[in-house]
Nanobody, 115 residues
């Protein structure tokens, strides 16, 4: 499975960005896709996930501001990020999960929010 992430950038606090993650290759069997983020010196943390059935899960810090969605026809997952804060600054990674033994990561896209 290959994951191509896009959509990061530099924005001011309060603005919006939309990330996209396109999956290709052996995508059969993916049960969940999601976004994680890692700020310098920190561990990689969950941002949001969406299952193949459409169930979503969010980190408390982004609830009400971020929305994850999927387009099955395009094998793409999106993360709409509104009301961005400086603390959202991080490298955002796309993840595709098949099982505890098989998961894949994208290359990461930088999101920087200035105050």
């Amino acid at each position: 499975v290959q994951l191509q992430a896009s959509g990061g950038g530099l924005v001011q606090s309060g603005m919006s960005l939309r990330l996209a993650c396109a999956a290709s290759g052996r995508i059969f069997g993916i049960v969940r896709m999601g976004w994680y983020r890692q700020a310098p010196g920190n561990q990689r943390d969950l941002v949001a996930t969406i299952t193949s059935g459409g169930s979503t899960n969010y980190a408390d810090s982004v609830k009400g501001r971020f929305t994850i969605s999927g387009d099955n026809a395009k094998n793409t997952v999106y993360l709409q990020m509104n009301s961005l804060k400086p603390e959202d600054t991080a490298v955002y990674y796309c993840n595709a999960f098949k099982s505890r033994f098989e998961a894949y990561w994208g290359q990461g896209t930088q999101v920087t929010v200035s105050s």
